[in-house]
């Protein structure tokens, strides 16, 4: 049997001592330390009480010879924020009134960032065990709302931020995100949305009511007389726009929905709209296409830069519609034109003056048997420029050339499309140079080709006179 026994409690919170012998066989203090130490108890250890029974050496069995510190528990534990948003706290202006348009619904982070933390409240303290080990407060009691991309730090006192994004409370949980969704409508209980990324709304962009993203925007529903701007996106709206003359729509990408009216529109892609545009102004530095389900277009003003697409174009009421497609590229042509004619012009008064030099030297040398060395030098230097001059006139004419070709043509590309009827009273202004329509059209392509507006029906498209018309023109260019 073993003289010397240890047993540990559970919790190893407690160590109790068993020994075994009498007189001279009892083991002394420091054998008695020692074999503690052994089974790793370190702290809590009565060691008075070893030294009275060394000195009595007596049998003992089960004595409490060590005890550890239970954690003090006599305050609270408080969760404090180390971000400021709140669920429905509106804006206070400059003039002491509440703005319920600006509610804080989301802050920017970034990952890692510690978004709460355990506060201790009182007095709490952490215990210590007969190993020497540290017992943590129970603080599991107050449970973190703990959402999507958040973590909890490896001491359990703070919530912390998984992702770069914004933190957003939402449903009794805060999460970080890098896209903002709102689940249902933008209204008086989301107040305006301006967020650095991308937006998702379920529901309708209610009138009055702004919606501001660095990054595309969706929206499930219908935009009402409010404000809608992407700043480097696409917008999507799923219905359509009802703007009631109010609605402003910008897009660092194109704009894709259902329908338009009543509404201001700019992007700097295209406008793709499935069923109708009525009474709106559309501005667009791509195409603009309705030429899906009705197609129609009516009242207004629609301006684009490579071309509108659409299957009827105003009304049997002869309503005032206006197409109008802006010729920035040929503007920019004109511009690399005037660039060019100023070099040639530069370049055609120093070659004049070159050759003028070189029919001074020659002169000099049919009166003279032998020039200078120096004079030949310079005869040799100005021979070479006048060449190099020369070719780069040449390269000048060649570039001005291929420039008024392109330009050309991509007017002519600039074309405005109705597959169906264009009706009387459409103002049509390509790069310039305007046609307006007195009478009922049916499927007409319209295009610009140099100062002049051509019409053309689709129906000839088929043709091969149509191709052979094709052809001539390709000549002229």
Same mark, same amino acid.
């Given at each position: 049997m073993k003289r010397i026994e240890i047993n540990i409690s559970e919790n190893k919170q407690e160590g109790f001592l068993s020994v075994i012998g009498a007189g001279d066989d009892y083991p002394s203090f420091n054998q008695l330390i020692s074999h503690i130490h052994d089974q790793g108890i370190v702290y809590g250890i009565y060691e008075e009480l070893?030294?009275?029974?060394?000195?009595?050496k007596k049998t003992i069995h089960n004595l409490?010879?060590?005890?550890?510190?239970?954690?003090? =528990?006599?305050?609270?534990? +408080?969760?404090?924020?180390?971000?400021?948003?709140?669920?429905?706290?509106?804006?206070?202006?400059?003039?002491?009134?509440?703005?319920?348009?600006? +509610?804080? +619904?989301?802050?920017?982070?970034?990952?890692?960032?510690? +978004?709460?933390?355990?506060?201790?409240s009182g007095n709490?303290?952490?215990?210590?065990?007969?190993?020497?080990?540290?017992?943590?407060?129970d603080h599991e009691a107050m449970i973190f709302p703990m959402g999507e991309n958040t973590k909890i730090?490896?001491?359990?006192?703070?919530?912390?931020?998984?992702?770069?994004?914004?933190?957003?409370?939402?449903?009794?949980q805060l999460n970080v995100c890098n896209m903002y969704r709102v689940n249902g409508d933008v209204n008086y209980a989301t107040g305006n949305i301006k967020f650095n990324?991308?937006?998702?709304?379920?529901?309708?962009?209610?009138?009055?009511?702004?919606?501001?993203?660095?990054?595309?925007?969706?929206?499930?529903? =219908?935009?009402?007389?409010?404000?809608?701007?992407?700043?480097?996106?696409?917008?999507?709206i799923k219905c359509g726009i009802l703007g009631k003359n109010k609605a402003k729509l910008l897009a660092g990408g194109s704009l894709i929905c259902g329908y338009i009216q009543d509404a201001t529109v700019s992007v700097r892609?295209?406008? $793709?709209?499935?069923?109708?545009?009525?009474?709106?102004?559309?501005?667009?530095?791509?195409?603009?296409?309705?030429?899906?389900?009705?197609?129609? $277009?009516?009242?207004?003003?629609?301006?684009? /830069?490579?071309?509108?697409?659409? #299957? /009827?174009?105003?009304s049997s009421k002869n309503t005032f519609t206006e197409l109008k497609i802006r010729n920035t590229t040929e503007n920019e042509g004109?511009?690399?034109?005037?660039?060019?004619?100023?070099?040639?012009?530069?370049?055609?008064v120093r070659l004049a003056a070159l050759r003028k030099k070189m029919s001074f030297l020659n002169l000099l040398h049919t009166r003279i048997d032998n020039l200078s060395l120096e004079k030949q030098n310079e005869l040799q230097f100005v021979e070479k420029e006048i060449k190099r001059l020369a070719e780069k006139i040449k390269e000048l004419d060649q570039t001005e050339l291929a420039i008024q070709k392109e330009s050309s043509k991509e007017v002519m590309e600039r074309q405005i499309y109705v597959h169906g009827a264009l009706y009387g009273n459409v103002s049509i202004d390509i790069g310039g140079i305007g046609f307006f329509t007195d009478t009922l059209m049916q499927g007409v392509k319209i295009y610009r080709l140099k100062q002049?507006? $051509?019409?053309?029906?689709?129906?000839?498209? #088929?043709?091969?006179?149509?191709?052979?018309?094709?052809?001539?023109?390709e000549k002229m260019f």
């Open positions: 070893l030294l009275e029974v060394v000195k009595e409490l010879f060590a005890k550890g510190d239970p954690p003090v =528990n006599e305050g609270e534990m +408080l969760l404090e924020w180390r971000i400021n948003i709140h669920s429905s706290r509106p804006a206070i202006t400059d003039s002491d009134r509440a703005d319920f348009k600006r +509610l804080k +619904l989301f802050e920017p982070v970034q990952e890692n960032q510690v +978004l709460i933390t355990k506060k201790i709490l303290l952490p215990g210590k065990d007969i190993l020497g080990r540290q017992i943590p407060i730090s490896a001491d359990g006192m703070s919530l912390q931020a998984a992702i770069s994004g914004y933190a957003v409370w939402e449903d009794g990324g991308p937006v998702v709304i379920e529901g309708d962009v209610r009138s009055g009511f702004r919606v501001e993203a660095t990054g595309p925007i969706y929206i499930a529903g =219908n935009v009402e007389a409010a404000s809608v701007y992407s700043q480097g996106g696409d917008i999507t892609k295209d406008v $793709i709209v499935e069923h109708y545009v009525i009474n709106s102004e559309i501005s667009a530095a791509g195409m603009v296409s309705v030429d899906k389900m009705e197609g129609l $277009i009516r009242g207004g003003s629609i301006v684009a /830069e490579k071309g509108i697409r659409a #299957n /009827e174009v105003g004109q511009s690399r034109l005037w660039v060019i004619s100023r070099n040639r012009t530069e370049l055609t002049e507006i $051509i019409v053309e029906t689709l129906a000839e498209m #088929n043709s091969t006179d149509y191709d052979l018309f094709v052809q001539q023109k």
